[in-house]
């Protein structure tokens, strides 16, 4: 939902068409059928007023950890408990589908694995775990830094022909150009080369993410009315980008399964990437199970990657940035990290682990900005949820077919389980369980997760929830944040960066993630050592 604020510890929010839902909505207020669970009242217009889940904050401190949303017949529940968020999401998480999410992304993804029903679901996650095998990210390292390395040129090259030693530029495109470049590359061996040049299938995917962010904020699903899709001009232009993706990945699949070789496939069981010319993900799907897979499966499974990996990323380096560089002293102390760990080369797979500094700021960012900051999730049978946090014995009773918000922000936020929630501090996730300073909350324990490279969800009991968690945790989890270390690493070894203008002035528009209205502009100022 997109709208307005003048919130000043936040960026500002945008207003738009949603004032007009505000009335349809107001129409159909009345009280949902879901007992005692405290409720959101009276606050329809304030739904309008930023966006949804900033609001979803307020009734949080309002209203506690379990709380509705009411409209008419039907409510929404609104989950910022750990405990209730680990029962949902992992201890029972078969009695639960994506709901209104699935229905949004199912046109797009078909039956990939965000959008898949159970059976699906479980054929294709078990398919394509395998592919995202430690060997295989270690090989990916060098695609993040051949990809990175070239944003870092064009910057340079920028920066020479300007003749001075400072550019402006949009971060947040940037990092957008970036993650599709990798993505391409990493997921279908395709070289969208969108760091340098545009094409009529980057114009199409970005259509295409521009249309599910449309669908995910309207309030009236007319897209499901076949004429719409010839009568309304953006329905049309949707059909046809994803006529032109469609096209592009039918193309790469044939090609994957034309080109099958006995000797790769042999490399690939032996995890040999090093001495492969392709390591993507459709080699592995298409040489591991054979050219008898089904094309279509296929399809869904890249496209799902291609949009859940590309924004998302974008999105966790480009508030990384915004954060950073309201802190010229974090941004030092990540340099000498980059300084004493990396010098002039570019980032390992070894070097990883020992920038720690940068891989805790890419963490943070996602614990201040979650990309979604909202799970969704609907009821397929009647539901009891647990008590919450405070060892309530009884939780709520839900009925089948209830509309879930997991709140990953309320989570990531809540003064109840982190020490100066709003502050940017990525040391937090160095604290031990004894000194992280929350009274009443023993959920925050870092040696839960031994030999992470990456803190997550099991270190803060589900208050810390980056990439989901339980079966549907995201699968792309560690290659986004080796990806995002590379790229933030490799800005900050060459730049310093700072905000073209006050942080209250980027505006904060969220659909599917968060992001700036107007794009993250940045002053990059080549580094003086
Ligand atoms: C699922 C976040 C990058 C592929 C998810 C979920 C979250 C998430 C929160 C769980 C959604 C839910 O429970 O409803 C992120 C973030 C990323 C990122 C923050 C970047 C920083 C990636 C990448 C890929 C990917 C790079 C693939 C290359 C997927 C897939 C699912 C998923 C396929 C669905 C998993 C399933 O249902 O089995 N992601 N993701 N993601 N993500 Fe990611």
């Not at 395709?190 to 970005?206: C, L, N």
Request: include cysteine.
């Amino acid at each position: 939902i997109r709208c307005q604020s003048t919130n000043t510890k936040e960026p500002k929010t945008n207003n738009n068409i949603l004032d007009n839902a505000s009335n349809l909505f107001t129409n159909l207020l009345s009280g949902g059928s879901l007992g005692s669970m405290p409720t959101a009242e009276g606050a329809v217009s304030d739904l309008f007023g930023k966006p949804l889940f900033l609001s979803l904050y307020d009734w949080f401190i309002e209203h506690g950890g379990v709380y509705k949303l009411a409209f008419g017949p039907k409510a929404f529940v609104v989950i910022s408990d750990p405990i209730v968020a680990r029962h949902v999401l992992r201890e029972n998480a078969f009695s639960y589908d994506k709901g209104v999410l699935a229905e949004i992304l199912e046109p797009i993804m078909g039956k990939g694995l965000i959008p898949a029903d159970l059976d699906t679901w479980k054929l294709r996650r078990r398919a394509i775990t395998p592919a995202f095998h430690a060997l295989y990210l270690e090989a990916m390292v060098k695609v993040f830094s051949d990809c990175s390395e070239k944003m870092i040129s064009k910057s340079e090259k920028l920066l020479r022909d300007s003749g001075g030693d400072t550019i402006e530029l949009d971060l947040e495109a940037e990092f957008s150009s970036l993650a599709l470049d990798i993505i391409g590359l990493s997921v279908f061996n395709y070289d969208f080369g969108s760091v340098t040049k545009e094409s009529p299938v980057i114009k199409a995917v970005y259509g295409t993410l521009f249309e599910a962010e449309h669908r995910s904020t309207f309030y009236f699903p007319y897209w499901n009315f076949p004429p719409a899709r010839w009568i309304v001009p953006r329905q049309r232009k949707f059909q046809s980008d994803l006529k032109i993706i469609n096209e592009c990945l039918d193309g790469l699949i044939q090609n994957a399964k034309e080109t099958r070789q006995e000797t790769d496939v042999e490399k690939l069981q032996q995890r040999d990437y090093s001495n492969l010319k392709d390591a993507s993900l459709l080699r592995f799907l298409v040489d591991m199970r054979g050219v008898d897979i089904d094309d279509r499966q296929l399809r869904d499974d890249l496209m799902t990657m291609l949009i859940a990996g590309h924004e998302t990323t974008a999105a966790v380096l480009t508030w990384a940035v915004y954060l950073l560089a309201q802190s010229p002293a974090k941004i030092r102390k990540a340099q000498s990290e980059i300084d004493a760990v990396l010098g002039e080369n570019a980032p390992t797979y070894e070097s990883l682990k020992k920038l720690e500094y940068i891989r805790l700021t890419v963490v943070e960012s996602l614990r201040l900005y979650p990309q979604p900051p909202l799970l969704i999730r609907r009821t397929l049978k009647p539901e009891t949820l647990p008590g919450g946090y405070k060892g309530e014995k009884e939780g709520h009773k839900v009925p089948k077919g209830t509309d879930i918000f997991i709140s990953v922000y309320n989570l990531h936020r809540s003064p109840y389980f982190w020490d100066n929630p709003q502050e940017f501090e990525p040391e937090r996730f160095l604290r031990t369980k004894e000194s992280n300073g929350i009274e009443g909350w023993a959920g925050f324990d870092p040696s839960r997760s031994p030999g992470a490279l990456y803190p997550n969800e099991i270190i803060a009991d589900f208050a810390f929830l980056p990439f989901g968690g339980g079966p549907r945790k995201c699968i792309g989890d560690q290659f986004a944040l080796m990806e995002s270390t590379v790229a933030l690493a490799m800005l900050l070894q060459k730049f310093d960066v700072e905000l073209r203008g006050p942080p209250e002035s980027v505006e904060l528009v969220s659909g599917a993630t968060i992001h700036a209205k107007n794009g993250m502009w940045c002053k990059l100022k080549r580094r003086s050592k």
